[in-house]
């Protein structure tokens, strides 16, 4: 489908982003992993955010997905694998599927940790970021699911379920996981081939497999989108949230500190004001 804007990330940036989009008149998607893997989600307790002292994150997080819903924005759970610009659109790859805008908005949270090992090297060579879209090339053969968001042990059934010989990685074994799925403790991690994949080595321990899915909950801003302007890790933008790429804006914790819930609100009003105004623009000329 066809929208004006799609947003990455449910957080207080992107719902804040998609409320003003949603003022100015403009179609708004807004795409995110679970919330609990959403920073604010975590938070205990926010006693520094106007007007509404003492909450929960989760609790301000359901607060501001609602106010979103009531707003009309069209939300899907789902990973935002790339953007392809291509002239004036975008094409956003969504697991495997593509949904298309004139604007996009990165509000993407803070991308932490390093690329693994041999991560790099065998991308796309036994390497995935997506369950859905390359599960079907390891049926029959063992893969390892690297589990580091909230739905990897749904993403470990489904790959499971295809028939893949699962083993699941992770610091600690999640309650989610399915019985018959065997878990190997790893925080060490490195991933080992010659053409392609053939083991993961977790904490010394390697587990020979074709496949590994890394599935974390955020991918870094320039493995989105290959030319992105980033400084120390975040997303460089001017006052109005303008990233390097005409047309793509960025707000909150992914643009820089302080990470705080009003700045996040702040810049995504900013960044869906700014958006809304550059595809009237675009519609002038
Ligand atoms: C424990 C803790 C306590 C905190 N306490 C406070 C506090 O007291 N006061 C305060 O102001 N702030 C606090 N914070 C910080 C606050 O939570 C963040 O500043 C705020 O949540 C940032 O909002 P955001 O929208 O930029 O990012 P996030 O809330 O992190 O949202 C990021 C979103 O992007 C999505 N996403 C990322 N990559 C992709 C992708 N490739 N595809 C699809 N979706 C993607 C995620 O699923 C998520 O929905 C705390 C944070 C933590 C962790």
Redesign the pocket.
């Known amino acids: 489908m066809s929208y004006d804007i799609i947003v990455?990330?449910?957080?207080?940036?992107?719902l804040s982003a998609a409320v003003q989009a949603r003022a100015r008149g403009k179609t708004v998607l807004v795409?995110?992993?679970?919330d609990k893997?959403?920073?604010?989600y975590?938070?205990?307790?926010?006693?520094?955010?106007l007007g509404l002292p003492g909450l929960t994150?989760a609790e301000m997080l359901a607060r501001f997905s609602d106010h979103a819903r009531e707003n009309r924005v069209e939300r899907r759970m789902?990973?935002?694998?790339s953007i392809m610009p291509v002239k004036d659109r975008f094409y956003v790859s969504i697991d495997a599927d593509m949904e298309e805008a004139g604007a996009v908005i990165l509000?993407?949270?803070?991308?932490r940790g390093k690329k693994y090992s041999g991560e790099a090297e065998f991308l796309g060579r036994g390497v995935s970021y997506c369950a859905t879209c390359d599960g079907a090339l390891y049926r029959g053969k063992p893969v390892a699911v690297v589990g580091l968001s909230a739905d990897a042990p749904e993403e470990a059934a489904f790959l499971s379920g295809l028939g893949c010989q699962v083993t699941y990685v992770a610091v600690k074994r999640p309650q989610e996981l399915e019985e018959g799925i065997p878990f190997v403790k790893g925080v060490k991690l490195e991933i080992r081939g010659e053409k392609t994949v053939t083991a993961l080595v977790a904490d010394g321990e390697e587990l020979p497999c074709d496949g590994i899915f890394l599935l974390r909950?955020?991918?870094a801003p320039t493995d989105?989108l290959p030319g992105l302007r980033v400084e120390q890790g975040y997303i460089t933008v001017d006052r109005n949230g303008q990233t390097s790429v005409p047309g793509v804006f960025a707000?909150?914790?992914?643009t820089g500190l302080p990470?705080?819930?009003?700045?996040?609100v702040g810049e995504?009003m900013m960044a869906g004001h700014r958006a809304a105004e550059y595809l009237d623009r675009q519609r002038q000329n």
């Open positions: 990455i990330g449910a957080g207080p940036a992107g795409v995110a992993g679970s893997d959403n920073a604010l975590k938070a205990q307790r926010i006693d520094n955010y994150g789902g990973r935002v694998l509000a993407l949270g803070v991308s909950p955020s991918l989105l707000a909150g914790d992914c990470l705080q819930v009003s700045k996040a995504g």
